[in-house]
């Protein structure tokens, strides 16, 4: 039986692999801005078992669009993470459209989950890949005012398409949502190393 067949079609070795060592940076700064007892993915540490019964909370909370969920003792809410490689530009985006009508957009869920007890993510975290270093920068965003903002009607500054796939995001500069008070913690490589308290080197450049 091959690895798909057993975890489901979801399972990449390469997906894992890969996105090991983002999970642990993600986890670290989750932690830190918060002081954050425990920081669960969405994603289980190994791959789940086809007919395993947590996997259906897994994909609830992945069709919420939350890929961690954080329990600071008083509160538990759920952030969206994405990991930009380094030639994106230095904005921010949310998906306004999936391509698959089966999946709501991550602006939907937002405007869906403002203003109620309904769980949605809370915060987006965006961590860029460097160049000469494993990470750029990660930066922490607040998702209430830009929900709130767009129970308005459409708030963006500018729109991205992909014909082929039929994907839309919307599009921010960071300026504007510091200037919203949505920017909540940002940090940089030397920040994020002395989080993982890992030597210089250990995390090679890509």
Not at 6 to 26: C, E, L, V, Y
Not at 57 to 79: K, M, N, P
Not at 129 to 141: D, I, K, S, T
Not at 170 to 187: I, K, P, Q, T
């Amino acid at each position: 039986m091959s690895d798909s067949e057993k975890h489901g079609p979801q399972f990449s070795a390469d997906r894992f692999t890969g996105a090991n060592d983002m999970d642990t940076i993600a986890r670290a700064i989750l932690r830190d801005t918060f002081d954050a007892d425990n920081v669960t993915g969405t994603e289980p540490d190994t791959p789940y078992d086809n007919f395993a019964e947590e996997k259906a909370l897994h994909q609830l909370l992945d069709y919420a669009g939350v890929d961690y969920t954080v329990d600071t003792r008083d509160r538990i809410f759920g952030v969206n993470h994405r990991v930009n490689d380094p030639a994106k530009r230095r904005r921010f985006d949310l998906r306004s459209d999936t391509g698959d009508k089966s999946k709501p957009a991550e602006t939907d869920l937002l405007k869906a989950t403002h203003g109620t007890r309904d769980f949605g993510p809370a915060y987006a975290l965006r961590v860029k890949r460097g160049r000469q270093q494993p990470v750029e920068w990660a930066r922490l965003v607040h998702l209430q005012p830009l929900a709130g903002a767009m129970t308005v009607g459409p708030f963006h500054e500018g729109e991205w398409e992909d014909e082929d796939k039929g994907v839309k995001s919307w599009f921010y500069s960071y300026d504007l949502l510091r200037n919203m008070g949505c920017v909540v913690a940002e940090y940089d490589w030397s920040d994020i190393q002395s989080l993982l308290d890992t030597p210089e080197g250990e995390y090679g450049a890509e």
